[in-house]
C-alpha cells in the first residue's frame, strides 16, 4: 500500500524535523515582516486534497489567496546532501470582508507522487485507486501524528473535498475555515 | 511494499527534476571552482547501503573521504513551497595513490525511512524485512531508471554490501571502483 509508506515518510523525512522548528522560524518572520505574530497562525497548513490535484503556487488556485515571502531557511545535513534546505511559504488570504489573514500552508508533496503514479501505467495503480490511497495517506497521517510528541499543536491537516472546486474561492474559504477554528 | 512507493517517490520527487539540470550545475561549479570539469564526473552517484544504514556527512563514514563543496542551487516551486531548493554535495576521494578525485555523491534519501520505520513498532515492518525492502527499492529505482529518458546516463546507482564494512576505506573503495569505470 503505496500511501502507507508515502504517510510515514512524510512523517519521519519532514515533518518530525520541521515542525519543532516552525515556531522559532514564525518568531524570526514575525520580528523582521511584522506579519504571523498572532497566536492562530503558529501552526503548517497541510493541504490533502482528495483528488490529488496539486498547484505549486497556491495563488494560482484562488484570487484571494497571495504569496507573502518564505519563512527562513532551515539548513540540515540529511543523506550526505550538506545543509540541506528545508523552507515553507507564507500566504496572505482574503476573507469576505476583504481582510487579509498570513499563514503558513503547503500542500501534502507526497500526493503529488499519488498523482504521478497513478498516470505511469509501470508504477502499478492508476486514477480509480488513487483516492482511496489519498484516504488512507490521511488516515496514516492523522494517526502518526496524533501520536508524535514533536508535532503536538504544530500542525493542522486539511482534507480538501473536490466537490466544491468549482467554487473560485474554495479553497481560501477552506484556510480560513480552519484559521478561525484556532483563533 | 513499502519499498516500490519509495522508489517511485524518489524518481517522481527527486530524480527526475534534479538529473536534467545535472549537466548545467556542474559546468559552473567547474567554471568557478575548477574542478569537476572532467567527463567521468557528470553523473549523480547514490549510494544505496544494503543495511540502510547512512551516515549525514560522507567524510564521517570514511578518512579518505573530504567534503569539498555545494552545487549551485536550483529553486523549484513545488506544492505550494515557492523557491524550494534542490542541491548536491561534492565530496573529494583520495585514492590510494593519494589523487583526489571529485565526485557529485549522496545517500538514497528514502533508505533513512525505510531505517526508522523498522524501528518504529507502528509502522508494520522490521529489521528482518528491512534488507529485502532495501533490495526491492535498489531494483524497482535501478528499472524505472532505466526506461526514464530524463534521466538518461545521469546516474550511477552503487549498491553497497556490508560485509566489507569492517574496512575502514570501504566506502571511498566503491565511490572510486565506480569513478573508475567511467573514465
Ligand atoms: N514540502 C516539502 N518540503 C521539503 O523540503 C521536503 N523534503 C522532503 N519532503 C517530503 O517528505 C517525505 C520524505 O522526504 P525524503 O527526503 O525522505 O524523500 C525525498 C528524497 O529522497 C528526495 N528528495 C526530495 N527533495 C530532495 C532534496 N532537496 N535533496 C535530496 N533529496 C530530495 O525525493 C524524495 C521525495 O521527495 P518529495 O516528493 O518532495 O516528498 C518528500 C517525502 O514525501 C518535503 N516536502
Known amino acids: 500500500n503505496v500511501a502507507h509508506g508515502l504517510a510515514w515518510s512524510f512523517y519521519l523525512g ?18 523582521t515582516r511584522k506579519a504571523l505574530c498572532g497566536r492562530g497562525s503558529r501552526k503548517l497548513l497541510i493541504l490533502v486534497p482528495l483528488n490529488a490535484n496539486i498547484s505549486h503556487k497556491l495563488e494560482e ?8 515571502g518564505n519563512l527562513p531557511n532551515n539548513e540540515i545535513d540529511r543523506a550526505g546532501v550538506q545543509g540541506r534546505v528545508y523552507k515553507h511559504s507564507v500566504y496572505s488570504v482574503l ?3 476583504g481582510e487579509a489573514h498570513q499563514c503558513v500552508v503547503e ?25 482511496q490511497q489519498v484516504l488512507l495517506f490521511y ?10 510528541l514533536e508535532c503536538r499543536n504544530r500542525y493542522k491537516l486539511i482534507l480538501l473535498n473536490d466537490e466544491d472546486e468549482d467554487d473560485p474561492r474554495f479553497l481560501s474559504k477552506a484556510i480560513l475555515r480552519h484559521l478561525q477554528q484556532q483563533e
Open 61 to 68: 488556485e484562488d484570487n484571494n489567496i497571495r504569496f507573502y
Open 107 to 131: 500542500y501534502a508533496t507526497p500526493l503529488l507522487t499519488l498523482h504521478s503514479m497513478s498516470q505511469e501505467s509501470s508504477a502499478g495503480f492508476g486514477e480509480p485507486e488513487r483516492r
Open 139 to 148: 488516515r496514516t497521517l492523522q494517526e502518526i501524528l496524533e501520536h508524535s
Open 14 to 31: 519532514y515533518l518530525r524535523l520541521v515542525l519543532p522548528r516552525l515556531e522559532d522560524s514564525i518568531k524570526a518572520f514575525c520580528e
Open 95 to 97: 476573507d469576505e470582508h
